[in-house]
């Protein structure tokens, strides 16, 4: 039988592994590993140091290219949708050839948590496995990371938070009810939107990692300065993993 094991390794730091995704990952049969534009090359590069530190051949992986997501039109859920399908073919067409029998345990490393903003269990489940099959291994996720580099407690005592996006954030604006929000997948700076004069931010890019980089302050005084360092820093990687949270005034943190 096929089993799919989906291992969430936080930011690809060894440290933040959980004893249970290392013996997932040294007991797979087969590691996918994905592979995207030339300028995120050191994405996988990540991925693939950290199967070797753990003992995992070059036999035992099997790299194939991730499609890219047609981004024309105003249709953002067909667009996730057909981009989804197109990946779950990429990963019917690895197994096909490295596993030819279709038994087996297949391994596919998830940034951050399987669970969290993260899209592998949709994909997991155009393959046509039954429940079972597919097993799922928390990470330590990049919300997680961010408080503690900053060292912040993510809730006030006794109040709820919100995790949404930065489309949210810009389409809709300051979600009711809350007063602390985490911000993930936002490639278009939205907290540049955010008008509140005294809203403070803790930003960071790359947690775990050793390119890691924070930052924090009343947001009107340092959004400018954030943007700036998160371009300096995509132009030098050629990517980057951001998260920041958002406070009102009067909270304390």
């Known amino acids: 039988m096929l089993e799919l094991f989906l291992v969430g390794i936080g930011t690809g730091n060894p440290d933040h592994l959980t ?23 050191e994405l996988a590069q990540v991925r693939l140091t950290l199967l070797q530190q753990l003992g995992v051949d070059g036999g035992r992986i099997a790299h194939f290219d991730m499609p890219l997501r047609r981004q024309t039109g105003d249709d953002y859920d067909n667009q ?17 050839a490295h ?6 345990r297949v391994g596919l490393l998830v940034w951050g948590d399987p669970a969290l903003y993260d899209s592998t269990l ?5 393959l046509g496995l039954r429940s079972e099959q597919v097993k799922v291994v928390p990470g330590i996720t990049s919300m997680q990371l961010l408080c503690s580099a900053h060292g912040i407690a993510l ?19 300051w979600p009711p009810g809350v007063d602390t929000l985490v911000v993930m997948l936002d490639g278009q700076r939205s907290y540049e939107q955010v008008s509140e004069p005294d809203v403070e931010i803790w930003w960071g890019a ?20 954030i943007s700036a360092r998160r371009a300096q820093a995509r132009q030098a990687h050629g990517w980057i993993m951001d ?6 005034p009067g909270k304390r943190s």
Do not use: C
């Open 19 to 41: 004893r249970e995704a290392e013996n997932a990952i040294r007991g797979a049969d087969l590691v996918l590993l994905p592979h995207k534009e030339d300028n995120k090359a």
């Open 122 to 126: 949709r994909i997991a489940s155009r």
């Open 99 to 104: 596993l030819p029998s279709g038994a087996g």
């Open 206 to 225: 790359y947690l775990g990692m050793p390119q890691q980089l924070l930052m924090r302050g009343r947001l009107a005084q340092v959004a400018a300065q």
């Open 155 to 173: 809730n006030e005592i006794g109040a709820p938070f919100l995790v949404t996006t930065g489309r949210q954030l810009r389409d809709h604006g």
């Open 80 to 96: 996730v949708d057909e981009w989804h399908d197109a990946i779950a073919r990429r990963w019917q067409a690895s197994l096909a």
């Open 243 to 248: 998260i920041y949270l958002l406070r009102r």
